[in-house]
């Protein structure tokens, strides 16, 4: 049996818990590969066929030894992370051997584009404003009400300033109720939420436990509970879309 064959059928097995944190991965020694150019992909959006095989065969592949909560989150990684990458696109069975053949239909009719496999530091791609709005919030006064907009987790200096000019409004104006904006949120760093939680009226929460395999090794850590150190904690009620 080959790794290949191996990490598909164990992956296959993992799929059925229907858990988005829970999976297989071969971690490959190379560095990782991936198309050497996204353009074509962020202006016609999923190809037709990937080296000949419709794009949708290869998704019912992936979504049967992927591991998933929700359909849409499935398809949506799929169409995000793995058909850029020649290490998911193997997984699927696609022959990445010679680079990749893509058919995207285009104003002008179907178009192919051939792509080898590069480092992610020399893919091509459209430049993305440095003040790209991914966090960012609003106080409605007048319906007591402050939304709080995030369309990505990273944990850095530009959230954490942003939440906390957010709170010191919240706090200034007295308001009741805070809805938090994930829509087109991805997910990622689970210190974001840890750090929100810090302004809330909770005193501790949980911290979920889990148990990660390399070869022979399994590395686990227990269910805890983590004591908040607080700022300045109203009472407020939270809500999220």
Known sequence: MTVLALWQASSR????????????????????????????????????TIDGIPT???????????????????????????????????????????????????????????????PLKRVVRYDRPDDENWVDYAIDRENDLGIFTLRGCNYNEEYQSTLDAFFAEVFEYEISNVVVDLRGNGGGNSLVANEFLRYID?????????????????????????TIESNLRPSVGIYSF
């Open 13 to 48: 097995i993992a799929a059925r818990l229907n858990d988005g944190h829970t999976g297989v991965n071969w971690i490959n020694p190379k560095t990782p590969l991936f198309i050497d150019n996204f353009k074509q992909l962020e202006d016609y959006g999923a190809p037709l």
């Open 202 to 226: 909770v005193d501790q929460y949980k911290l979920w436990g889990f148990a990660v395999r390399f070869g022979w090794y399994l590395h686990k850590t227990t269910t805890l509970w983590w």
């Open 56 to 118: 949708q065969e290869l998704l019912d592949q992936y979504l049967l030894m992927a591991s998933y909560e929700l359909p849409y989150y499935g398809k949506a990684r799929f169409l995000t992370t793995v058909i850029v990458s020649e290490q998911m696109l193997t997984f699927c069975g696609v022959d990445t051997s010679d680079g990749v053949d893509m058919t995207f239909l285009t104003d002008e009719g179907e178009q192919t584009f051939h792509y080898i496999f590069v």
